[in-house]
Antibody, heavy 124, light 110 residues
Framework: EVQLVESGGVVVQPGGSLRLSCAASGFTFDDYTMHWVRQAPGKGLEWVSLISWDGGSTYYADSVKGRFTISRDNSKNSLYLQMNSLRTEDTALYYC?????????????????WGQGTLVTVSS | QSVLTQPPSASGTPGQRVTISCSGSSSNIGSNPVSWYQQLPGTAPKLLIYSNNQRPSGVPDRFSGSKSGTSASLAISGLQSEDEADYYCAAWDDSLNGWVFGGGTKLTVL
C-alpha cells in the first residue's frame, strides 16, 4: 500500500525557516519524480515544486523560487522541502504527491497518491 | 487568479447530472492530459479522472471526463449526497514547467 507521510509543519515567524519531510513507502521511490503541492486555508491547490527521480532536476512555482529548495534521499525513501524567508502568504497545508507515471515527462501525468499534509503557519 | 478557470460553485439535486468546466490555454490543457481531483471536507485530494477521461479503479462510472481543445469538463450523473465536495482540474503547463490547477468548484447537493 502506498503511503506518504508529511511532517515538520509548525508555527514560524515571518522571515524564518523550516524543513518539511515526506516519508514514502509502498512503491519504488527512486523510480518517480516527486512533488509538493500546497493549499492555503480555505483556498485552492497550488503546485509548489518537483524533483526528478535522481534529484538532478528541480522546478519551482514562481511564488517560491529562490526561497524554497526541494531535495530527496532515495536511500531513506524521503522527500524534503527547505523553506527560507517565509512569508505570511506561505501559510498552508503542504502535501507530498506521487505522480501516476514513472520516468518520461517530469509531470508524471497525474497525481495518484497524496499524503495527509502538514500545516505550516507563518505568523508573528 | 488560477491559470485554469473553473466556476466557483455548482449544485444539483439527487439523481441529477452536473457538469463542471475547466478552461485553460494551449500550453496546458491544449497540449497535456487533464486530471480531476475530489476533495471532501478535511481530507486530502483524491484522484477522480486522469488522462482526460480515464477512471482509476474504485471510482464509480457516474464520474466521467472529457476534453476538447483548451477546455475540459467533469460530469457527474446520478448525483448523490456524498458527492458534495470541492473539485479541481489540473494539467501540466509547458510554458511554466509546472503543474497548474483550477481554482476549484464547490459542489452542493441540494
Amino acid at each position: 500500500e502506498v503511503q506518504l507521510v508529511e511532517s515538520g509543519g509548525v508555527v514560524v515567524q515571518p522571515g524564518g525557516s523550516l524543513r518539511l519531510s515526506c516519508a514514502a513507502s509502498g512503491f519504488t521511490f527512486d523510480d518517480y519524480t516527486m512533488h509538493w503541492v500546497r493549499q492555503a486555508p480555505g483556498k485552492g491547490l497550488e503546485w509548489v515544486s518537483l524533483i526528478s527521480w535522481d534529484g538532478g532536476s528541480t522546478y519551482y512555482a514562481d511564488s517560491v523560487k529562490g526561497r524554497f529548495t526541494i531535495s530527496r534521499d532515495n536511500s531513506k525513501n524521503s522527500l524534503y522541502l527547505q523553506m527560507n524567508s517565509l512569508r505570511t502568504e506561505d501559510t498552508a497545508l503542504y502535501y507530498c504527491a506521487k505522480p501516476g507515471v514513472s520516468g518520461g515527462s517530469y509531470s508524471g501525468y497525474y497525481f495518484d497518491y497524496w499524503g495527509q499534509g502538514t500545516l505550516v503557519t507563518v505568523s508573528s | 487568479q488560477s491559470v485554469l478557470t473553473q466556476p466557483p460553485s455548482a449544485s444539483g439535486t439527487p439523481g441529477q447530472r452536473v457538469t463542471i468546466s475547466c478552461s485553460g490555454s494551449s500550453s496546458n490543457i491544449g497540449s497535456n492530459p487533464v486530471s480531476w481531483y475530489q476533495q471532501l471536507p478535511g481530507t486530502a485530494p483524491k484522484l477522480l479522472i486522469y488522462s482526460n477521461n480515464q477512471r482509476p479503479s474504485g471510482v464509480p462510472d457516474r464520474f466521467s471526463g472529457s476534453k476538447s481543445g483548451t477546455s475540459a469538463s467533469l460530469a457527474i450523473s446520478g448525483l448523490q449526497s456524498e458527492d458534495e465536495a470541492d473539485y479541481y482540474c489540473a494539467a501540466w503547463d509547458d510554458s511554466l514547467n509546472g503543474w497548474v490547477f483550477g481554482g476549484g468548484t464547490k459542489l452542493t447537493v441540494l
